[in-house]
């Protein structure tokens, strides 16, 4: 019988797994021309080389612009 997992294993391919992940989700955004980031995702994706355009504005639910 085998162990059983109750955790993940972190080692370099999940690693590697994750950052190609990181870059096609902003790829895909860049595809799409528009996004809802935090600035903190958009520098992210700056640094990675990937250019965004500027996030659209989004209110919370009473707090739409008049």
Known sequence: MLPARTCLVENEALTELKAALELEAF????????????YQEYLRAKEL?????EAEPC????????
């Open 49 to 53: 080389g990937i250019e965004l355009p």
């Open 27 to 38: 790829k895909y955004l860049q595809e799409l021309g528009r996004h809802r980031l935090p």
């Open 59 to 66: 209110f919370p639910d009473g707090a739409a612009a008049r």
